[in-house]
Antibody, heavy 121, light 106 residues
Framework: EVQLVESGGGLIQPGGSLRLSCAAS????????MTWVRQAPGKGLEWVAT???????DYADSVKGRLTISRDNAKNTLHVEMNSLRAEDTAVYYC???????????????WGQGSTVTVSS | DIQMTQSPSTLSASVGDRVTITCRAS??????LAWYQQKPGKAPKLLIY???NLESGVPSRFSGSGSGTEFTLTISSLQPDDFATYYC????????FGQGTKVEIK
């Protein structure tokens, strides 16, 4: 079964750091463009970062310099590390395989269940 | 950066209605557009990719059209399970989502 299962998240103090993980099954993260999307409470979807099959990385301006997307090919797991967290980083963070390039086939869409990150003192 | 603007923000409709949601891009994105459905507390679900291609398992009452800067998502006959929020997403240059359209019961 194709699946993404997230872990991490929680209550973090402003200025703190966090690492989220996303374990994939049924497909290889290294063979796909993998993306993190977040959703602040009551708000819409916001793209955060994408790692390409070749390993290059793209980041939204809102997180550039504070967030790093990575993958562990041996464990078939996607990660995101965030530092200098702010209240406006409070959101549900989703890992996902979403359309990002011209190479997309039917049935590829898959999202994790979401990890809640709350930045508050 | 490419901006995506959806309209309307909220749409009130009844079961059986034909529903159309519009998404406009700030510059041409060719056909690199996807549509998602999201229900409260759940992850989004991909409906349409490359503007008009139906994702596997998505009912045929959903359809997408458009190219360049203007796109539409149409639900031909609204079903009870379709009351949700819908988002467009461009992937011509990085990713940008529209602000969402909530389809509610009239």
């Amino acid at each position: 079964e194709v699946q993404l299962v997230e872990s991490g998240g929680g209550l973090i103090q402003p200025g703190g750091s966090l690492r989220l993980s996303c374990a994939a099954s049924g497909f290889s993260v290294s063979s796909n463009y993998m993306t993190w999307v977040r959703q602040a409470p009551g708000k819409g979807l916001e793209w955060v970062a994408t790692i390409h099959t070749g390993g290059s990385r793209d980041y939204a301006d809102s997180v550039k310099g504070r967030l790093t997307i990575s993958r562990d090919n041996a464990k078939n797991t996607l990660h995101v590390e965030m530092n200098s967290l702010r209240a406006e980083d409070t959101a549900v963070y989703y890992c996902a395989r979403v359309p990002y390039s011209s190479s997309w086939s039917p049935g590829m869409g898959v999202w994790g269940q979401g990890s809640t990150v709350t930045v508050s003192s | 950066d490419i901006q995506m603007t959806q309209s309307p923000s909220t749409l009130s409709a009844s079961v059986g209605d034909r529903v159309t949601i519009t998404c406009r891009a700030s510059q041409s994105i060719n056909s690199w557009l996807a549509w998602y459905q999201q229900k409260p507390g759940k992850a989004p679900k991909l409906l349409i990719y490359k503007a008009s291609n139906l994702e596997s398992g998505v009912p045929s009452r959903f359809s997408g059209s458009g190219s360049g800067t203007e796109f539409t998502l149409t639900i031909s006959s609204l079903q009870p399970d379709d009351f949700a929020t819908y988002y467009c997403q461009q992937y011509n240059s990085y990713l940008t989502f529209g602000q969402g359209t909530k389809v509610e019961i009239k």
